[in-house]
């Protein structure tokens, strides 16, 4: 079965930093990308960022651009997201996804992973 499982989020002040990890596993056949997203309370699944398995290219939502890098462990298939001068509107939970696309809208996700809070608050 294909699962993807989440870590690392937690909470943190303003300012501060995390680092989030996708660890994939039963997977056929490798996606054209992995992706992160988020969706806060009474708000729609945003495309945070995504990285292609073919090229490693990468992709950012606007909102995150200069603060969060995606990058990849292709021998433990891994994603990670560090996440850097995090504000509070930032909270939400953050969910990886294999896609089908890099076009950052959950629209192109094929599978999920069961998210991981994080919550930026003083």
């Known amino acids: 079965q294909v699962q993807l499982v989440e870590s690392g989020g937690g909470l943190v002040q303003p300012g501060g930093s995390l680092r989030l990890s996708c660890a994939a596993s039963?997977?056929?056949?490798?996606?054209?990308?992995i992706g992160w997203f988020r969706q806060a309370p009474g708000k729609e699944r945003e495309g945070v960022s995504c990285?292609?398995?073919?090229?490693?290219?990468?992709y950012y939502a606007d909102s995150v651009k200069g603060r969060f890098t995606i990058s990849k462990d292709g021998d433990k298939k891994m994603v990670y997201l560090q996440m850097n001068s995090l504000k509070p509107e930032d909270t939400a939970v953050y969910y990886c996804?294999?896609?089908?696309?890099?076009?950052?809208?959950?629209?192109?996700?094929?599978?999920w992973g069961q998210g991981t809070q994080v919550t930026v608050s003083s």
């Open positions: 039963g997977i056929t056949a490798d996606p054209y990308a």
């Open positions: 996804a294999t896609m089908r696309s890099s076009l950052l809208y959950a629209y192109y996700a094929e599978y």
């Open positions: 990285v292609s398995n073919s090229d490693g290219s990468t």
